[in-house]
């Protein structure tokens, strides 16, 4: 499954910022926050009791929305996969392609193309930067929003 294919399962996102809670629970993943390993942003597992998603509970609310988001892709894009019996399988970030492929499925959901573009034509140019203002109101972080910004070309 491709991002693309992905995103088109997602119920179409009217204004920012996305509840990125709310869709993990619509896939069936439950939300854990607990302290981590400082290094280690999330992780996600199925057991028995289904999936899981654990964020670390040091981080800002920001990083955890985008971890969620990022696990979340390791969700749907393993899916299927893994057997029943595969109890407390961890990702691990050993395959960068399949890093790549998440955080580009977090970029995507959390700061979706045409209403980043739409958001940055309406936000007026004044004492505040652009960029600050749209990572504020999609809830991500300002570097997440300035390389959102770079790869869609916006300035
Ligand atoms: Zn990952």
């Known amino acids: ?8 399962l997602i119920p179409r996102q009217i204004e920012p910022p996305l509840d990125v809670n ?9 939300l854990e926050i607990r302290p981590l ?26 990083r955890q929305r985008w971890t ?4 979340l892709a390791h969700h749907i894009f393993c899916i299927g996969r893994q057997s029943p019996n595969d109890a407390f399988k ?13 955080d ?15 958001k940055a034509a309406e936000v007026k140019h004044g004492r505040f930067d652009k960029t600050a203002l749209l990572a504020n109101m999609f809830e991500v972080s300002i570097i997440a929003m300035r390389i959102r910004l770079r790869d869609l070309g916006i300035s």
């Not at 969620?68 to 696990?71: C, F, M, P, R």
């Open 104 to 118: 580009r499925f977090a970029a995507e959901i959390l700061m979706p193309a045409s209403l980043v573009r739409k």
């Open 68 to 71: 969620t988001a990022h696990e």
């Open 22 to 30: 709310w869709l993990a629970e619509w896939f069936g993943v439950e």
């Open 1 to 8: 499954m491709d991002t693309t294919y992905a995103i088109r």
């Open 90 to 102: 961890i990702k691990t970030d050993s395959d960068d392609s399949a890093e790549d492929l998440c």
């Open 37 to 62: 390993p400082k290094k280690v942003a999330g992780v996600y597992l199925r057991t028995d009791t289904g999936a899981h998603i654990i964020l670390n509970s040091s981080d800002s609310p920001e």
